[in-house]
């Protein structure tokens, strides 16, 4: 059963008429990075999510090593895993990567990047965007109308406070489950994907070490194929439980970066990277980016306006990588099985492997993180 730590009833006191300088909707990866980025700030911030920081975790929790490092949550990692092996019908091939994955503890890891921001946190849920009052958004919740100068979205995938939200099946949307079963993962080194269409017609599986557990599980690109029984059928062909399940969408398209003088960070402006449906390390990388322009608001006298063009640009300066990763995404499903298991074989030779994932990581690389602010107090809530 699902123990709930967010407050309910009498413990959600209103936060109507609110203001603060900054409302950062969404306290997971995304939103927490950007939270980070504000450390110290004498700004009024205030972080929401409808769920306690750390309780509702989403994914697979596999990020690079040098990331977790970079953003001082080295502790939470639960397993190092140097290598990657890609398995078909036809064969496997198995990777020593220039970097390592590691899976880690996703309560922890949001624990430790809110321990770093020092910004007040409340839950609430996100409904819409309201009317206003000039040089002010305004953000509906179910606690209340929030005022802010400055709000960012990092609501994943919903991309709630814009005007054009998405709805599967139709929209670019991937759609991911996987089970956690218990188990002595610590033997193996290596984040397991299989390519294989008698599991899912157009997408692939994996299986995710961390210590005590493994994450296995099953995205397909195609929003109207579902994953469960894909799922089911992994956990069966690898001897393990299906149980404790978790699943959401995740966009495989870049998504405008502002919108309406809100910003827009992680999957909420589709920074899940296509093909490999890696989102925790553009979610930090972005919301890095979108902290320091809205410091920049703060601290240094930029305005709104040239935060959002700065902020957007950089955004949609990644546009080529995401166009490269959506091509492959679309052409590994309908290549031959075969070809295919013979390509992974090519890439397999160790300079191959150090450039494809060298350029794979440079596009979000963890340097951009810089050195990690000092740990602060959250302070009480602002009204
Ligand atoms: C099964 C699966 C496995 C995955 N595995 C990996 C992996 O191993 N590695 C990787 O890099 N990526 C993985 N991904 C992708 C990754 O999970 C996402 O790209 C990433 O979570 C995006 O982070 P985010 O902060 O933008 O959004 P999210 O993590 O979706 O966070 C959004 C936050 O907003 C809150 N929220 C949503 N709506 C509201 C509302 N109306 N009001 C208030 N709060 C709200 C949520 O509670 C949540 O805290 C996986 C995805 C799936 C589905």
Redesign the pocket.
């Known amino acids: 059963m699902t123990v709930r730590a967010t407050a309910r009833g009498e413990d959600r006191s209103s936060l109507d008429g609110t203001v603060v300088d900054v409302l950062i ?7 927490l990075a950007v939270a980070r980025e504000l450390a110290g700030s004498r700004a009024r911030v205030l972080l ?4 306690e920081i750390g309780e ?1 975790a ?6 690079p090593t040098p990331w977790l490092h970079a953003m001082g949550v080295a502790e939470a990692i639960s397993q190092e895993l140097a290598h990657m092996r890609f398995t078909t019908p036809y064969g496997s091939s198995r990777y020593r990567l220039p970097w390592s994955w590691s899976s880690f503890d996703y309560r922890r890891l949001c624990e430790l990047l809110y321990e770093q921001s020092g910004v007040p946190f409340q839950t ?4 819409r965007r309201g009317a206003g009052a000039p040089g002010r958004i305004s953000v509906e919740t179910d606690r209340g109308t929030i005022n802010a100068g400055l709000v960012v979205d ?5 991309r ?1 406070l814009a005007a054009d939200g998405y709805q599967p099946p139709q929209a670019p949307l991937s759609r ?3 089970v956690h079963p218990h188990t002595d993962a610590r033997a193996s080194s290596a984040l397991d994907v299989w390519v294989d269409r008698s599991l899912v017609r157009s997408g692939y599986g994996w299986c ?1 070490p961390a210590g005590g557990e493994a994450r296995v ?1 099953v ?1 397909s690109y195609e929003p109207a194929d579902h994953v469960r029984s894909p799922t089911v059928d992994l956990a069966a062909r690898l001897g393990v439980a299906a149980e404790r399940f ?5 966009p495989h398209r870049l998504r405008a970066g502002t919108e309406g003088g809100v910003f827009f ?4 402006a589709g ?2 990277f296509p093909l490999s ?5 553009t ?1 930090f990388y972005f919301g890095i980016a979108c902290g320091r322009e809205l410091r920049a608001v703060l601290e240094q006298g930029l305005s709104r306006e040239q935060a959002l063009l700065r902020y957007s640009r950089f955004s949609a300066s990644h546009a080529r990588a995401y166009s490269i990763a959506l091509g492959l995404q679309r052409l590994i499903p309908v290549l031959p099985p075969r070809a295919l298991t013979l390509a992974l074989r090519v890439i397999g030779y160790q300079p191959i492997v150090d450039r494809a994932f060298g350029w794979y990581l440079d596009q979000a690389h963890p340097s951009f993180a810089g050195r990690s602010p000092e740990p602060a107090r959250a302070p009480a809530l602002m009204a």
């Open positions: 909707c969404g306290a997971s990866f995304a939103g929401v999510d409808r769920y509702r989403t994914s697979a929790c596999a990020a609430a849920k996100v409904q990092a609501l994943g995938w919903r709630v991911g489950l996987e995710v599980g995205g978790q699943g959401n969408w995740f960070v992680g999957d909420s920074h899940c449906g890696e989102g925790i390390r979610a």
